[in-house]
């Protein structure tokens, strides 16, 4: 029952997940990896080159939460590691990505 608020970095706005993240772009493996300042950080497998890093999130996410790519968008935060991502289709959404936490 610990999980089944959403924690800091996940806020419902109608029918969206807005999803506050701190995205580390080259890394080796994409996974999550615990909260950094109130967001949720991801370490992501692509480079921060020519939109590569913020495609494979997007990408990753809707894989993560089985939602198509068109339900996952980024809202803000293109140009910088603070990143927010709106996302549809999926109830609770903190509970899918931290079941699939790496540490």
């Not at 790519?69 to 293109?78: M, N, P």
Request: proline share 7%; hydrophobic share 45%.
């Amino acid at each position: 029952m610990a999980h089944s608020e959403p924690p800091v970095w996940a806020h419902a706005d109608g029918a969206e997940w807005l999803l506050d993240l701190h995205v580390q772009p080259g890394a080796k493996v994409t996974a999550a990896a615990g909260e950094h300042g109130g967001r949720l950080k991801l370490k992501i497998a692509a480079p921060p080159v020519d939109n590569k890093a913020n495609a494979h999130l997007l990408s990753w996410l809707a894989t993560q939460l089985d939602v198509p790519k068109s339900a996952v968008r980024l809202v803000r935060g293109e140009a910088s590691r603070q990143k927010t991502v709106a996302v549809r289709g999926v109830e609770r959404p903190w509970l899918v990505i931290e079941n699939n936490r790496k540490t």
